[in-house]
């Protein structure tokens, strides 16, 4: 998929102790250098309060994404200190970290995947949602205060050398007291909440606050537009007619014809059509089927994430063999 992004190793490491200590130094000459100058080639995507780029720190010999926030947009500061709040106690493998901030933040990131056709590997796109859930059974169950994303979207994963995949970009984010079984001071009503549009979950429009739900939701539709090549906003989609809706139907003899086209490859021949084995079905008729019920309509008929993980892990043993 277009919007993952691509990182070699730090060969430089910090300890834990020595970020939480203090910020990396960086100035903005270092970073105008990194990004090529903010090129709009080195533009990884665009929101509502700013850019993010990337680019390669020579001095630490890392690559980075630079988020440079539009101090003018409404909200803007707003949002980077949410981030900040939200990433505060987190350490996850999947979940990315600011390393430092003036103005603008320095988050670990990644250079962009260049055009190699990784994506046509189902097993590369599992490990990908893998990484996602796993990324969201730590946020939601890892600590006290649950983290609920907010803004779950192919354009907030990133991926590293080893083909690793990280939750970015938590400005929406919002913490729950779930110790205490209410809702703290930043778990506010949807309607102080801007998702994006095709993955925000419908109860959200319905004024229902925040939730873990919710981001399974979005989770879900992140999974199959990662089966099926399209964006839930896609042209084909409207009158009743929903990616969720699209996919189910499909399932299972249908999978084979509505799954993205780049995964077919490997099993096309010429004047025969696709020949697929009966394990490679199953495996997309499988991962349609998470997709599916992590996007159902009502928050309680949605898959628990744990049983996410598991069903996705009995997938890639699947593609192992």
Not at 134 to 155: F, M, R, T, W
């Amino acid at each position: 998929m277009s919007n993952y992004l691509f990182r070699k190793k730090p060969k430089i490491f910090y300890s834990s102790r020595s970020l939480q200590n203090r910020y990396l130094k960086v100035s903005y000459g270092e970073l105008h250098e990194a990004t090529n100058g903010f090129s709009s080639s080195n533009l990884v995507g665009a929101g509502s309060y700013g850019s993010v780029y990337r680019g390669y720190l020579l001095h630490f010999e890392q690559s980075v994404a630079v988020k440079v926030l539009n101090l003018e947009a409404c909200g803007a500061s707003k949002c980077f200190t949410a981030e900040c709040k939200a990433l505060e106690k987190i350490k996850h493998q999947n979940v990315l970290n600011i390393l430092t901030y003036f103005s603008e933040s320095l988050l670990h990131s990644d250079e962009v995947l260049e055009s190699r056709n990784l994506n046509i590997n189902l097993q590369l796109r599992v490990n990908i949602a893998l990484d996602v859930a796993n990324a969201l059974d730590y946020l939601h169950h890892g600590s006290e205060q649950a983290v609920v994303h907010c803004d779950i979207k192919p354009s907030n994963v990133l991926i590293d050398d080893d083909f690793v995949a990280h939750l970015g970009d938590f400005g929406l984010a919002r913490l729950l007291n779930v110790v205490m079984g209410h809702a703290s001071r930043d778990q506010v009503s949807s309607s102080a909440i801007k998702g994006t549009i095709g993955y925000v979950p419908p109860e959200y429009g319905a004024g229902v606050r925040v939730s873990p739900q919710g981001d399974i939701y979005s989770y879900g539709i992140l999974v199959l537009e990662m089966l099926t090549g399209k964006k839930p906003t896609d042209d084909m989609f409207g009158e009743g007619l929903t990616l969720h809706k699209f996919c189910m139907m499909a399932i299972p003899e249908g999978i084979p014809e509505i799954v993205d086209s780049r995964l077919l490859v490997p099993y096309t021949r010429e004047g025969t059509g696709v020949v697929m084995d009966t394990n490679i079905r199953e495996c997309l008729a499988s991962f349609a089927r998470i997709g599916v019920a992590c996007s159902a309509e009502l928050p309680v008929r949605r898959l628990g994430i744990k049983d996410v993980v598991m069903e996705l892990n009995a997938i890639k043993q699947k593609l192992s063999f």
